[in-house]
């Protein structure tokens, strides 16, 4: 019952979204981030105590960037309801691509590709927009509690021929078969990996990283290509830089120095655009002396 009541609650806002100006729907979005940063105390604390110790800022600054950094979250959840109503113009006239020689170059090669970037900018609009343009795009996510509403996500993040497989049971397995055969994979690499991952330095700090786009691209073969879709006013900017290629026999050192090369990509993104990434999640939540033991 409240499954539907509240599935029934995202479709009407979702409705009206839509049906408003783009701009006008920014400023909703605005809205809700701001009462966000006020509601949500802890997520407040975590992200200004995240930014003062990996930027450097004073608490001022700190609680700013904090500020548009709950009002961006509101808006990526804002554009998400469109993007399913997004045409081919709409991407032509709204996305500025550099470097997609890079991924074409990649994906000629027919090796398959890892896509690797992080909670920042537009990911899912990323993944979309390659799909839009014929390539075979997988991603990897966590499915909503809410069956109806996960469907919902699905439908959009699958709406232009892309494919979402679930992060959870046999969907890591799939993920992995797309890049035998050759395709096209999204991963978010920036996520806490508690002791299963590897330790190198983001932001001014030890984090713990997944090292699945390395051991991925180790195990079949394929390009890692670093990209980011950047939010610019009511545009996006497609940042695709260089590929990263990983030997077969690559030991543990090189594992660690090619995700050490990936990290440091997310983290000039990340200084260049601070309020777009997701400084309300624990990134540092494990501690390298108690994960090292």
């Not at 800022?57 to 959840?77: G, L, P, R």
């Not at 554009?79 to 045409?87: D, F, G, N, P």
């Not at 109806?148 to 699958?158: A, G, P, S, V, Y």
């Amino acid at each position: 019952m409240i499954e539907s009541i509240n599935y029934y609650i995202f479709k009407l806002f979702q409705g009206i979204i839509v049906s408003l100006p783009r701009r006008i729907s920014y400023l909703i979005a605005k809205f809700i981030g701001f009462l966000l940063f006020y509601l949500i105390k802890s997520r407040r604390k975590l992200a200004i105590k995240n930014l003062k110790l990996s930027l450097g800022y004073s608490d001022k600054e700190a609680k700013k960037i904090t500020k548009k950094v709950f009002q961006d979250v509101a808006i990526k959840f804002i554009e998400a309801l469109y993007l399913k109503e997004w045409s081919d113009s709409d991407f032509e006239d709204k996305i500025k691509v550099e470097g997609l020689k890079y991924f074409e170059r990649a994906y000629k090669e027919n090796k398959g590709v890892i896509l690797f970037t992080g909670h920042i900018g537009n990911w899912d609009l990323m993944g979309i927009y390659l799909a839009s343009l014929g390539y075979p795009v997988n991603g990897v996510a966590r499915m909503y509690k809410n069956s109806k509403i996960n469907q919902e996500i699905l439908d959009i993040r699958r709406s232009k021929g892309g494919k979402v497989f679930n992060k959870k049971g046999k969907g890591i397995r799939k993920a992995f078969k797309s890049l035998l055969k050759k395709e096209v994979l999204v991963i978010l690499g920036d996520q806490d990996a508690h002791n299963k991952g590897e330790f190198v330095q983001f932001l001014n700090r030890p984090a713990s990283t997944p090292t699945g786009p390395v051991l991925f691209a180790q195990k079949t073969g394929a390009l890692i290509v670093p990209a980011y879709m950047i939010r610019e006013k009511y545009n996006y900017r497609l940042v695709i830089e260089k590929p990263i290629e990983v030997s077969k026999d690559a030991d543990k050192e090189e594992v660690k120095s090619k995700l050490q090369e990936l990290t440091l990509s997310l983290e000039n993104q990340v200084k260049q655009n601070p309020e777009q990434w997701l400084w309300l999640h624990r990134r540092w939540k494990t501690n390298i002396k108690e994960a090292l033991g």
